[in-house]
């Protein structure tokens, strides 16, 4: 099986997904460049950033559409929905496509995903990681406002008061959440969020609850494709 990956973060997702997809399917192995392809491959692009990435996905499926004797089994389109509705930004992600080719969806097994908000709020999802008496004021300050150990890290509002997106503020969070841990999280290196232990507890929460349904979609694709779940209710 052979898997492809746009991504839009050109630091931060390219590294979660890669490590990520080694863990769900340990039979495929990484490539970096789309002809190297062969057998049991993923690549994975970075469209470094929306809107600029319409490019990026123009080029990539018309690449897909030509070439079609790489033999790519499934196709991941992975963006942020930002400030956006998820089903709008959706909705642009495949009007996008659809200009670059009409008949793109029925010629390839494709998955649009879209993190709601970014995929820092994924990762806001460990419920291990949150500690429940924190000894930092930012962090106390952040679970009062809003506790994604209880609720859906989704959801998570921005404060009035906080200067910069909702994205922004989950990424914010998160570094606080990690902190606390004396661990870190740059979007240069995500840092234990790659882990399989990282992973397993996302999958954990959304088998057990109906928090990060945009994670879902992402993990309910890949196990339609075969993917190792570790993380299943009492594991």
């Excluded at 340990?26 to 392809?37: Q, W």
């Excluded at 659809?98 to 793109?104: D, G, H, I, T, Y």
């Excluded at 309910?220 to 570790?230: E, V, Y």
């Amino acid at each position: 099986m052979n898997l492809y990956f746009l991504v839009e973060g050109k630091r931060s997702e390219k590294k979660l997904y890669k490590a990520w997809i080694q863990i769900l399917f340990p039979g495929l192995t990484a490539v970096e460049k789309l002809e190297d392809i062969s057998n049991d491959n993923f690549y994975i692009i970075s469209s470094e950033g929306y809107p600029p990435s319409e490019q990026f996905i123009t080029s990539a499926t018309q690449d897909l559409s030509t070439n079609s004797h790489l033999a790519i089994d499934h196709i991941f389109i992975c963006f942020d929905a930002e400030e956006d509705a998820l089903a709008t930004k959706k909705s642009a992600i495949e009007e996008i496509i659809l200009r670059s080719e009409p008949n793109f969806f029925n010629k390839m097994s494709c998955s649009v995903i879209i993190q709601n908000r970014c995929i820092e709020t994924w990762l806001l999802g460990n419920r291990k990681i949150v500690s429940r008496n924190p000894i930092s004021t930012d962090l106390r300050q952040c679970l009062q406002h809003y506790s994604v150990l209880h609720d859906d890290p989704e959801d998570l509002p921005k404060p009035n008061e906080f200067v910069g997106t909702h994205a922004d503020y989950h990424e914010y969070y998160l570094k606080k959440m990690l902190a606390e841990k004396n661990m870190s999280y740059t979007k240069r290196n995500p840092g234990e969020t790659q882990n399989e232990h990282y992973l397993s507890e996302l999958i954990r929460r959304i088998h057990e609850t109906d928090h990060l349904a945009s994670l879902r979609v992402f993990i309910d694709a890949c196990i339609n494709l075969g993917a190792t779940i570790s993380a299943s209710p009492g594991h």
